[in-house]
């Protein structure tokens, strides 16, 4: 069962893995992190992500304009591009990593614990990518919802309400710590080798014939 359901295991943690950093890297560059709705023109939708802003019509027209200044930007904006970048740059690093400790991939296989290695840096890089993603979603989340119960805001302002890209920012931490998890539960399976069932068959045989033997009268 170890040998069938552990490069199963291992296939589907790179694959979940793959699929949250793909999910990062869109978040990172989705303009979706805040959504503004005018109640005074309806036809428009503000949004704002970590690049630019842009205005939505509802004719189906689209403008950005990217930020000026990085250093212009709010805190948690700040904060998000860098944590991204780190988020995207482990996973990439973690993708590799555990891509080669696979046991399906031929190359090193005489090298089980080296590969063993590589499968638990992967798993831990893709830990530490997950919650480096999850961060600053949580924290344009937080800072997004004191603003808009903010009680010295007049309510004649608009308030910034949630984006699209923060909840694809939270499945992608999610995919990206599963991902991990499930690689580094196999590295404490137990893996049955072809060689040690190969030879294992043919002592078995001998025992029997040798019981064979001394039973005959």
């Not at 991939?105 to 830990?127: A, D, M, N, S, Y």
Request: proline share 5%; charged share 15%.
């Amino acid at each position: 069962m170890a040998l069938v359901y552990r490069p199963v295991m291992q296939l589907s943690g790179i694959l979940v893995s793959l699929l949250g950093w793909v999910l990062s890297c869109l978040t990172t560059y989705l303009p979706q992190w805040k959504n503004l709705n005018l109640e005074l023109n309806e036809l428009e939708i503000w949004t704002m992500g970590l690049w630019q802003a842009c205005v939505v019509q509802e004719e189906g027209g689209m403008q950005c304009k990217d930020f000026d200044s990085f250093l212009a930007l709010p805190p948690e904006l700040r904060i998000s591009r860098i944590l991204m970048f780190f988020s995207n740059g482990l996973g990439f690093l973690g993708l590799l990593l555990s891509g080669f400790g696979l046991d399906c991939l031929k190359i090193g296989e005489r090298q089980q614990e080296q590969k063993k290695r590589l499968l638990l840096f992967g798993g831990l890089l893709f830990w530490i990518s997950g919650i480096t993603a999850i961060v600053p979603v949580s924290w344009v989340a937080h800072s997004t919802v004191q603003e808009f119960w903010d009680e010295n805001i007049p309510d004649i302002v608009p308030r910034w309400d949630f984006g699209e890209a923060l909840f694809v920012g939270w499945l992608a931490g999610f995919c990206l710590i599963l991902g991990g998890s499930l690689l580094n539960c196999t590295i404490c399976s137990t893996e049955v080798h072809p060689s040690s069932v190969h030879y294992a068959v043919p002592e078995q045989q001998d025992q029997c014939q040798h019981v064979e033997t001394e039973t005959r009268p």
